[in-house]
């Protein structure tokens, strides 16, 4: 009701808006509001210290932005089907604490060890975010409550793995997940760009995609037409599972250490770059386009006031009020005529 | 004397022009009916009247005084204007009472006196003779219940001139002879009512005056005396409708669908299981309509032989083979197909293109590899439906919930028909469209049963079951009273099986009455 | 009792214990007390007053003799003490100490404020001429960072103005965030990278180490110290990739607290306070480090 | 969509379902499982040990659970609505640290400092509150946004406003807001169950509450209705602020410190606590009966464990259980017959 719709980038509004006509410029503007807020921001950003317009920073941001974009991505789908998962930071710890625990104390030294840490992590949250679905619709129990509870449980059970404690000593393939290039461009990056770019996809041309926007849209009318809901539903919460343990294997690749406070607080983070998206948390709006902005929007302005050197205490205040600035600037764009 | 005076009246959403300087007069005591296809505007210039909408141009004067356009909906109503939308506004998690008296609760010592409130509730539905329980959330309402606390809750304004908005089109005859008798009774009274309707039938029945609009504009008015149904439908539509009896186009196919004795696992509402042992045959190129009282079951066994509901008893077989449903995939994936009759909640995804809408349970044989789907082909089928339904959209980009009701309706006829099922349920598939339209949707459901395919309709207009059926199947209390032809049944017949399950011997010869 | 055949007579609620440094502690004490042969029950206050002093009184209700708490907050535990004691549970405090109650809790710790000194006089001490120091702080408002930061704040300004903080963010206690922050502070002075950076734990100098290490500055060009001394910083301090670490030497304080607590028990003596000087453990003191043998 | 209609203590629903027969103990049991789950779970406690069946335990609950049960109260409200507030905790740590600073910095020893801290705090709450409701309705900015925003803002301001410290030093009077006794009873624990007890009146017997409900249920047509569907949107979130105000106020009192860190986490258990008592997320159905049960199954759970000995790390695995059970089993109560 009163978090009024946004839509943004929902490509059923965007192209009825657009019949081939010439340029118009407050048109586009409108169109890329978003994108066009980025670019303020960086630009100030840029104007205030040189620094900050650096290929390396913009790579430090990237880097940054990778580890939760990844499972904003999938939030992304989880927000419009109308749910919502709160347990993915303890997941991803659970998940890569998991994984880490295997490869350095089970299997041992190994050639493919981060080959086994990747597959592990990825399954165990994989199956973590089945259970969160099954939950959902088998026990008809609230996302939110089913992923509040996940969140307790699956952070329990990292604290109980290795007694609280971090595991590191990995080898040089694993951290070059975290730590290497692919062509100049950080690992952790091409795997985000590869992820976002199949979620993008997916939910633009495929069928999956299609009722992915139904059961958002209204979940007994997609029953209805066929779509089978539960399936559409656990498979969601599966899917950000899986991202969410193939973040934290490349979080503790990044660092060197699996941790069990690992992404703490990331469910905000995470849900936040989705909203600023322009995803609607009632579901069946919002888009990965969308999404991505949202998440560099937030790496920026962390990234920013660091480099600005803008206190720690004031920071939060300036996050809070431009994410508020963002969202408010995109609505009114959205609904003012020139 | 006029109670409400509209001249010039202008409104436009981005990319319509929904009413063009319209007027429209109504005096004190007068019922006065609003006519005009799907998307004549209708709806818009009722929502204007009662400041839901405010007008880009124009004047309402009301009682002589001219309104001030930035009213709101609390000031039209203080101000004696009550309103049923087309959209119904109720609140599903509050009760009959609280609805009806939402924001006007009785008070004592400053606080809500419930008993009061049922018991002011309970007095007016025994008035207006509905049998509905003020207690009751309104979640548990059937639509047609749900339509009935409406016109109950603008009964408690006390109003001067009160709006209906097709309050109609989710009624069976017998509570359409409850709210005429109402609507009588405020005449009586000096109220005025704006009435829209497509049934015009029961407009010349009980309407004073008329005002037709067409695409937005005033066309003409007038004393419903000096008009017959024919000049009505011309000055609507611009041509004039034949509304002919289906003719069978042959001898009927072999049994495609055999429902035999089913009863429902748990019936949707919290009574105990209310249709029973329910048997009914219809076979390839048949229409079969239900016909039956609000309440009586007929979307229950519409539910269940879809795979919506489960059933407890008894089987259903298509083509002589048995059906295990699970869910409506199940029986979509079997041949058998849907459109229901809750549009708003269980049809259409309002915020999403009227292409996403049309094409979501066809996209199997769109997509290669069952999953990447060809836009094109997509496109395709939606223009192809546009064309053979004759929905008026501005393109296939358009969230359907920008479309009038009727042509939501005929969007979502489109879906279930892209999927060439076996057998097509179509429960109220004409409710809230326009007698141009009906015929096209009647003419369309009967081209489909040409091809073969096996259909039943529901619907609680009487005269559309008999001028679509084949067969008429007649339910009293979830049981199977009756199962006529549909060529000699009449109107009379059917009402005395509905009311009371046995029929009366009906006069040779009857002619059978135009919509 | 059916209650009280089973319940521990000690009780230990810790901050929290989720950062390594109290999981250290608790994993000493549990060998500790299995050396002594009592009971223990740890509790986890999850960084919330409200918490632990809820935790406190439940355990007082389960028939706890002695309560060995990690205070959140020096003063936010002091009615609590004063109930406990009430009922005749007495209370020792560990690493931070209670303000405020009305008779004087027994505390076993090293100060914060001291460890943080320790860090900025090895500043002043190393560059005599000055130096640029970047402070990565804690969790903001938890008394421990809020002290540390007062320790290097002090140290720093009895050096005189030579020495500059260039730059004070805060990367909550944990690694990930560390190393971005730290990144972000690099970038922005490229040109004139600071002299040392002061990490207020050994968990966020991991992900300054790191971050050091992505930006091309060897380990002599910036240099990096740490808070807690664990087993890691330790290894580092040990390769020469890191300078220092602080260490409160947890393991001694609640070995310590624990003994008091069960000569209370065993003989009724009141606990004594025990207060326990700060050390910086460099590559040539790594041998006093408490965790050494941790160090694989 | 898929966080399934939860219904349970609807006083439309109950009347409905409730002529008056005679006594059937399964619908009693349908009806009240809330309650017995509850009731289920101190038996267990108690069987285990019987100390936590002291009147003194009861307290101990009751006196934790005030502090986030009056916002838990505000909360009903909001998610009434449709909304949702993620920044009480931090609004709270605000609003108590501006009071106590006030009255320990720049008002002085006063009689009547408790007084002035009580008005400051309330009032800095309200005024919070009132923010985030203007944003919601003028701006169009989604709710969560804007309080996750609030969330950070707030927290910032905190922070700068002390220097990151605690400020102590209240008397007597201040004090015995946290740890005096009205009658036996703890003064937070009276302070809590008046506010409950008028929120339960407000919400079910004003017309200002049956618009709550009516704006939750159906935004738009509450406006055709008549509501003043903004006013009722701000005012929502005003005086939940003014109870995160008013709790900041009894913890300070309670703990004899304004922490800056205070109310960290509180958003998501005082949200869970509506939703476990049968509220949904997407507005229209809940009550504040329903949301004391839920306050009360969080409070109950962790000192129960504590009691019990259950170790720290496990704990938070048997709590985020138990609550995914207790939702469940109220969704199995509530849709099977016997
Ligand atoms: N909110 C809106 N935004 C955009 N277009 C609208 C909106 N409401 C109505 N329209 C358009 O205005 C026109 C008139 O619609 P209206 O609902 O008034 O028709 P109607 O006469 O009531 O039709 P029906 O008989 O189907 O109910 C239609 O073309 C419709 O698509
Ligand atoms: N008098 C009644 N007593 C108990 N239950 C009833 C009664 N009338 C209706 N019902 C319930 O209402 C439902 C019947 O509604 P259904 O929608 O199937 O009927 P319908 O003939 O399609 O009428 P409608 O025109 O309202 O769609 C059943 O689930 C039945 O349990
Ligand atoms: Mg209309
Ligand atoms: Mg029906």
């Not at chain 1, 939950?135 to 008809?140: C, D, G, K, R, S």
Request: proline fraction near 5%.
């Amino acid at each position: 009701m009163t978090s009024s719709p946004t839509l943004s980038p929902d490509p059923a509004a965007d192209q009825a808006a657009a019949p081939p006509r010439r340029f118009d410029p407050l048109a586009f503007a409108r169109k890329h509001r978003t994108i066009l807020f980025l670019l303020l921001l960086i630009a100030v950003f840029g104007a205030v210290n040189e620094r900050f317009l650096t290929i390396r920073n913009a790579l430090n941001i990237l880097s940054e932005v990778s580890i939760y974009g990844i499972i904003a991505v999938g939030m992304t789908y989880v927000i419009l089907i109308g749910g919502i998962d709160v347990a993915v930071g303890s997941l991803l710890a659970f998940a890569s604490l998991a994984a880490a625990y295997v490869v350095t104390t089970v299997v041992g030294p190994s050639p493919v060890s981060w080959l086994i840490a990747l597959g592990i992590s990825t399954l165990v949250g994989l199956a973590g975010g089945y259970v969160h679905g099954k939950a959902v619709t088998w026990l008809h129990v609230p996302a939110f409550i089913v992923t509040l509870g996940g969140m307790t449980v699956w952070r329990g059970a990292t604290l109980i793995l290795n007694d609280g404690g971090p595991i590191s000593g990995f080898d040089a393939a694993y951290r070059w997940w975290g730590t290497g290039d692919i062509l100049f461009v950080p690992a952790p990056i091409a795997v985000f760009i590869l992820v976002a770019a199949l979620g993008h996809v997916v939910l633009r041309y495929t069928r999956y995609g299609r009722q992915v926007y139904a059961v958002g849209g209204n979940a007994e009318a997609a029953r209805l037409s066929g779509v089978n809901v539960d399936f559409i539903v656990t498979s969601v919460y599966a899917v950000i599972g899986a991202l969410a343990g193939l973040s934290g294997f490349l979080l503790s690749a990044r660092l060197g250490s699996a941790e069990a406070v690992a992404g703490a607080g990331y469910e905000l983070r995470v849900i936040a770059s989705v909203v600023i998206g322009g995803a609607s948390l009632t579901g069946g709006s919002g888009g990965v386009g969308g999404t991505l902005l949202g998440a560099l929007l937030i790496g920026v302005l962390s990234n920013g006031l660091v480099i600005m050197h803008v206190s720690s205490y004031f920071q939060q205040v300036v996050i809070g009020l431009i994410i508020v600035a963002a969202v408010a600037f995109d609505h009114y764009a959205r609904t003012h005529k020139a | 004397m006029t109670l409400l005076n509209v001249s010039q009246v202008s409104k436009s959403f981005p990319g319509v022009r929904a009413l063009d300087r319209v007027r429209l007069e109504v005096g004190r005591g007068e019922v006065h009916a609003l006519l005009g296809e799907n998307g004549a505007g209708k709806s818009t210039l009722i929502k204007i009247l009662s400041a839901a909408h405010a007008p880009d141009e124009g004047v309402v004067a009301f009682d002589g005084q001219p309104l001030d356009p930035r009213d709101t909906p609390l000031r039209r109503q203080r101000l004696g204007i009550a309103t049923i939308y087309q959209e119904f506004n109720l609140f599903p998690e509050l009760s009959v009472a609280e609805n009806m008296y939402l924001g006007r609760e009785p008070k004592r010592l400053g606080l809500v006196d419930w008993r009061r409130l049922r018991a002011d509730a309970a007095a007016l539905l025994g008035e207006l003779g509905l049998p509905l329980d003020p207690g009751a959330p309104v979640s548990r309402l059937t639509v047609a219940e749900q339509q009935m606390v409406e016109i109950a809750k603008a009964m408690t304004l006390n109003a001067r001139l009160i709006i209906m908005d097709e309050p109609t089109a989710a009624l069976s005859s017998r509570e359409v002879d409850r709210l005429h008798a109402i609507i009588a009774d405020l005449k009586a009274r000096g109220v005025s009512v704006i009435y829209v309707s497509h049934r015009l039938a029961e407009v010349k029945a009980m309407c004073d005056r008329y005002t037709v609009m067409r695409d937005g504009r005033y066309v003409a008015s007038g004393d419903v005396a000096d008009v017959e149904i024919d000049d009505m439908v011309r000055l609507m539509v611009g041509r004039s409708v034949e509304f002919v009896r289906r003719a069978r186009s042959g001898p009927p196919g072999p049994v495609v669908l055999k429902v035999e004795t089913v009863t429902p696992k748990r019936p949707r509402l919290a009574a105990p299981g209310y249709l029973k042992d329910v048997c009914l045959e219809v076979r390839a190129g048949e229409i079969v309509g239900l016909a039956g009282l609000v309440g009586a079951g007929r979307t229950d066994l519409a539910r269940l032989i879809f795979g919506a509901d489960a059933i407890a008893s008894g089987s259903i077989r298509l083509d002589d083979k048995p059906l295990k449903l699970k869910s409506p995939r199940d029986a979509i994936r079997a041949g058998v197909m849907m459109v229901p009759e809750d549009r708003k909640q269980q049809g259409c995804f309002l915020d999403h293109s009227i292409r996403r809408n049309l094409s979501l349970p066809s996209l199997k044989p769109l997509s290669r590899l069952g999953q990447w789907i060809d836009e094109r082909a997509e496109r395709d089928l939606v223009e192809t439906y546009r064309q053979k339904l004759r929905v008026k959209m501005a393109s296939q980009e358009t969230p359907i919930g920008k479309l009038s009701g009727g042509n939501q309706q005929k969007v979502l006829l489109g879906r279930s028909m892209a999927l060439a099922p076996r057998v097509l349920i179509v429960d109220e598939p004409t409710r809230g469209i326009d007698i141009g339209a009906k015929a096209e949707v009647h003419q369309v459901l009967s081209e489909f049963a040409a091809q073969g395919v096996a259909i039943l309709v529901i619907s609680s207009e009487l005269a559309e079951v008999m001028a679509v059926s084949d067969r008429i199947v007649v339910f009293r209390e979830g049981v199977v009273v009756a199962d006529l032809d549909g060529e000699t049944a009449t109107e009379e017949g059917l009402m005395a099986y509905m009311a009371t399950g046995v029929g009366r011997a009906s006069p040779p010869g009857m002619e059978h009455r135009p919509l | 009792a059916r209650g009280g055949q089973n319940a521990s007579e000690v009780v230990v609620s810790f901050n929290d214990l989720s950062q390594p440094f109290f999981v250290a502690m608790r994993r000493e004490l549990e060998d500790e007390a299995g050396k002594l042969g009592v009971k223990v029950q740890v509790l986890d206050a999850q960084n919330n007053s409200s918490k632990q002093i809820a935790d406190l009184e439940a355990a007082a209700v389960q028939g706890a003799k002695v309560v060995i708490v990690a205070p959140t907050d020096s003063k936010a535990l002091a009615t609590a003490a004063d109930e406990l004691a009430e009922q005749g549970v007495a209370v020792i405090s560990v690493d931070r100490n209670i303000v405020g109650a009305k008779s004087p809790v027994p505390h076993v710790g090293a100060d914060n404020v001291a460890g943080g000194r320790a860090m900025a006089d090895w500043v002043v001490k190393t560059y005599p001429a000055g130096a640029r120091v970047v402070v990565i702080t804690n969790d903001p408002g938890s008394s421990s960072s809020i002290e540390r930061v007062k320790g290097v704040h002090e140290g720093l300004a009895a050096g005189g103005p030579a020495f500059k903080i260039v730059a004070e963010q805060t990367a909550n206690s944990k690694r990930d965030q560390a190393l971005t922050v730290t990144q972000n502070v690099l970038t922005s002075m490229h040109d004139t990278p600071p002299d040392v950076i002061l990490c207020l734990n050994d968990d966020m100098a991991m992900g300054a180490l790191e971050a050091v290490r992505a930006a091309g500055f060897g380990p002599d060009k910036i240099k990096v110290l740490g808070f807690d001394a664990i087993p890691e910083a330790l290894a580092r301090i040990k390769s020469g990739e890191m300078v220092a670490s602080v260490e409160q030497n947890p393991g001694k304080q609640i070995r310590t607290a624990l003994r008091e607590a069960v000569d209370k028990i065993k003989t009724g003596a009141a606990p004594k306070s025990v207060s326990l000087t700060p050390v910086l453990i460099t590559s040539a003191n790594l041998a006093e480090a408490s965790r050494i043998s941790e160090v694989k």
